[in-house]
């Protein structure tokens, strides 16, 4: 069975940071493609950020850009989100899922297979 466990969200002010960490487990063919998406009530589910492990590349909404930042271990068995700078508006339940994909990772697609269970993060002003 597989598995993603998210950890670390909390309640911040505004300009604090925080680390979240989501714990992968069982098997799939690859955890090349792997994302953070949030979902804050009365909004839609948003991706945030993404990442394939086997080339490097990433992705970021817009409002996070040089803020935030994805990345695994070494083992890539745990996916991270450090989160610097926080703002009320990134007051949401946060995400992480994966994908098993081979060799050809797209870091935009959006399909997902896999989540976990949510972490929420709240920012007061």
């Known amino acids: 069975q597989v598995q993603l466990v998210e950890s670390g969200g909390g309640s911040v002010q505004a300009g604090e940071s925080l680390r979240l960490s989501c714990a992968a487990s069982?098997?799939?063919?690859?955890?090349?493609?792997m994302g953070w998406f949030r979902q804050a009530p009365g909004k839609d589910r948003e991706r945030v950020a993404g990442?394939?492990?086997?080339?490097?590349?990433?992705f970021y909404v817009d409002s996070v850009v040089g803020r935030f930042t994805i990345s695994q271990n070494n083992a890539r068995n745990t996916l991270y989100l450090q989160m610097n700078n926080l703002k009320p508006e990134d007051t949401a339940l946060y995400y992480c899922?994966?994908?098993?994909?081979?060799?050809?990772?797209?870091?935009?697609?959006?399909?997902?297979?896999?989540w976990g269970q949510g972490a929420q993060v709240t920012v007061s002003s």
């Open positions: 899922a994966a994908a098993s994909v081979g060799v050809y990772c797209d870091v935009d697609r959006t399909d997902f297979r896999y």
């Open positions: 069982g098997y799939i063919f690859s955890w090349n493609r």
């Open positions: 990442i394939c492990s086997n080339s490097g590349r990433t």
